[in-house]
């Protein structure tokens, strides 16, 4: 197994909002993968936020940004927020 970093911009459009790759591999070899999307502009929309947010050290509002948005997605299942998605199963 390999790990590399690849430009957004290389990326189709549905990959580019990945939020993670998770491997489950067992004792005999056998693994399987989960790619998993996440919609930060809806994100951002719901929250009344923007990215800049997520990075402004200046003062709270980068702790206060991430709070916001993790207390809005515990408030959602996954499958009708529209926030994340399952992109790829194999």
């Not at 009344?48 to 997520?54: A, C, E, G, I, T």
């Not at 509002?61 to 959602?76: E, G, I, N, Q, S």
């Amino acid at each position: 197994m390999a790990v590399m970093y690849v430009s957004p911009n290389k990326l189709q459009p549905k990959y580019r909002d990945l939020a993670g790759i998770y491997v489950l591999m067992t004792k005999s070899g056998y693994a399987k993968a989960i790619v998993i999307g996440f919609n930060w502009s809806k994100v951002f929309k719901d929250c009344n936020l923007s990215s800049s947010d997520f990075k402004d050290f200046s003062s709270y509002k980068w702790w206060w940004a991430r709070l916001r948005a993790d207390v809005l997605m515990l408030k959602h299942k996954p499958a009708k927020s529209g926030k994340s998605s399952e992109i790829r199963v194999q």
